[in-house]
């Protein structure tokens, strides 16, 4: 099944990064997802230290986006993971929110081993040469490389949070699962019933290992995303004697609601998840 990242962009075309998008992690938008929607939101870095790092993977060096208050240390540290489209601007954009509130935030390019995950016009041949290639065995070894960064760069790493979209919401609850050092975990509409590589787990397939408090953020109008799934993983941890998750599915609303610069945008609700997400990070011991 594709990801219902296609219902709520326009018609894509295969447009050129060289022309259409940055360079720099974090910076423009993917090809797929022009043209962005004039309720973009743009956090400015005033205060803010921001910008690409290089994270060591054994001899490998992947690239990701930092955003944390100037001059400061022992942060508490968020994990930002994106959908299907990489580190573009929107990513980013989340990282500077987080530092603006005290966090070290990094999002990590967790597709550049596959490819430019922001220059593909077309979804299917994304999802088909890039995000079905990057296994969960990857995936999670470089949110393990990217946590030691952040321990060496300014991270507290006993306050660990992640958060996700989408592709990047399902990764935030399988690292939930991979890492018990995960104080709490923010899925925003991530699949909880299917994986992208064949032969990988699904979350609902380990949920029993996820010891972090968990917030799931859903569309009910999401057509990817079954609200019986959404109601499957809420059972399945709470079955595993996981009492600190919560679900919310908000009625009439469709996937990417959180995503400001696209038409499938619902300002209400990814207000009211936003709040909800900094709460949930502050109540469990990630602030």
Not at 31 to 54: M, N, Y
Not at 163 to 180: D, P
Not at 192 to 214: F, P, Q
């Amino acid at each position: 099944m594709l990801e219902q990242e296609i219902d709520s962009l326009a018609p894509t075309r295969d447009f050129s990064r060289r022309r259409f998008v940055g360079t720099a992690v974090g910076s423009g938008f993917a090809a797929a997802v022009l043209p962005v929607t004039a309720q973009t939101i743009k956090t400015d870095a005033a205060g803010l230290t921001v910008g690409e790092v290089t994270v060591p993977v054994g001899d490998f060096k992947m690239p990701a986006y930092r955003a944390m208050p100037a001059g400061k240390t022992n942060l508490p540290v968020v994990l930002v993971i994106s959908e299907i489209f990489g580190v573009h601007e929107h990513i980013a954009d989340v990282a500077r929110r987080f530092a603006k509130l005290g966090y070290l935030a990094v999002a990590p390019e967790l597709f550049v081993r596959q490819g430019d995950a922001q220059s593909y016009g077309e979804v299917s041949k994304l999802i088909a040469e890039v995000v079905t290639k990057a296994s969960d065995q990857q995936v999670l070894g470089d949110l393990d490389a990217t946590v030691a960064w952040a321990k060496g760069n300014g991270g507290d790493t006993s306050r660990l949070g992640i958060t996700g979209f989408c592709w990047g919401g399902r990764t935030t609850l399988m690292y939930a699962a991979h890492n018990a050092g995960v104080k709490a975990a923010v899925a925003w509409y991530g699949p909880v019933a299917r994986s992208y590589h064949t032969g990988d787990k699904t979350a609902l397939d380990v949920a029993a290992n996820i010891k972090g408090a968990v917030l799931g953020l859903y569309g009910g109008a999401d057509g990817g995303i079954p609200n019986d799934t959404v109601e499957k993983m809420r059972e399945a941890l709470k079955a595993a004697g996981n009492t600190r998750s919560e679900f919310v599915i908000y009625p009439d609303t469709p996937h990417a609601f959180h995503a400001d610069y696209r038409p499938s945008y619902r300002k209400e609700q990814a207000e009211d998840g936003w709040k909800r997400a900094v709460a949930w990070f502050k109540a469990h011991g990630v602030a």
